[in-house]
């Protein structure tokens, strides 16, 4: 069967200062992991770098290394370091973006609505945008901007849980899944002819619901909600060969 969808070529641009400003993160606790297995989950991550001056945020340019980050460091001027480091990326993003066509996926991580601008001209040059940020620090102009946003979680911030044991160690099979994620897939699945990237589903599920995060859910990523819900018999998931995962209307019953 010919497959629609592919993984996405991922272009990666964080605007770190943006993301440990008012957001609860700091350069001693910032951790990319969550958000690259996020990312993972649409296609390759081919292109990562951040902006700051990283003399202010020493403590965590080990830990963006050991993740493969370019650290582009762009000291303070005489008016406005933040400025400069803004203009940089939105450079470097456009021109990525003229020299690279195998790269189709541009991530924004700020939640500026400076960079509304640079969406919008990415859209333009048929790219698709994610932006990805804090939600309290975000702008929702810049949100609006984006095909697609990724909220990240700020440290110290607990999930309600009614249960003693956490949700997470719960098997799959005993999790509850939630109904938006079950409509949302079901009416995507209907129209299928192909089989669908596990992007495509959560970007239905977020279209009916801005808010939703799996990890409310009980789910420590999208992957193992959408494993609860193949063992539930709602979808089935094949694997191509290049050990990408693709989604199917599950299988109809003799």
């Given at each position: 069967m010919k497959r629609e969808s592919h993984d996405q070529r991922i272009a990666l641009f964080i605007d770190f200062e943006n993301l440990v400003t008012r957001t609860g993160h700091s350069a001693d606790n910032f951790d990319l992991q969550p958000a690259l297995d996020t990312l993972l989950e649409k296609g390759k991550v081919v292109f990562r770098r951040a902006y700051a001056d990283w003399t202010r945020f020493a403590a965590a340019t080990q830990r963006l290394h050991d993740k493969g980050v370019e650290l582009i460091d762009v000291p303070p001027s005489t008016r406005?370091?933040?400025?400069?480091?803004?203009?940089?990326?939105?450079?470097?993003?456009?021109?990525?973006?003229?020299?690279?066509?195998?790269?189709?996926?541009?991530?924004?991580?700020?939640?500026?609505?400076?960079?509304?601008?640079?969406?919008?001209?990415?859209?333009?040059?048929?790219?698709?945008?994610?932006?990805?940020?804090?939600?309290?620090?975000?702008?929702?102009?810049?949100?609006?901007?984006?095909?697609?946003?990724?909220?990240?979680?700020?440290?110290?911030?607990?999930?309600?849980?009614?249960?003693?044991?956490?949700?997470?160690?719960?098997?799959?099979?005993?999790?509850?899944?939630?109904?938006?994620?079950?409509?949302?897939?079901?009416?995507?699945?209907?129209?299928?002819?192909?089989?669908?990237?596990?992007?495509?589903?959560?970007?239905?599920i977020v279209r009916r619901e801005p808010d939703f995060d799996e990890h409310d859910h009980g789910f420590s990523s999208f992957s193992r909600l959408l494993e609860a819900m193949e063992v539930a018999g709602l979808l089935r998931r094949e694997q191509g060969a290049k050990g990408q995962w693709y989604v199917l209307p599950p299988a109809e019953t003799p």
């Open positions: 406005a370091g933040k400025n400069g480091a803004d203009v940089r990326l939105v450079i470097d993003a456009l021109e990525l973006c003229y020299l690279r066509e195998h790269i189709d996926t541009f991530v924004l991580a700020s939640g500026d609505s400076d960079f509304c601008p640079l969406a919008y001209k990415l859209r333009e040059n048929d790219r698709t945008v994610i932006g990805m940020a804090v939600k309290e620090a975000t702008s929702p102009l810049f949100v609006k901007a984006c095909d697609e946003f990724i909220y990240l979680r700020a440290p110290g911030k607990r999930r309600e849980a009614s249960d003693p044991v956490p949700r997470e160690k719960a098997p799959v099979k005993e999790k509850v899944i939630p109904e938006i994620a079950k409509e949302a897939t079901a009416a995507l699945l209907s129209k299928a002819t192909a089989p669908i990237n596990p992007s495509a589903i959560k970007a239905a």
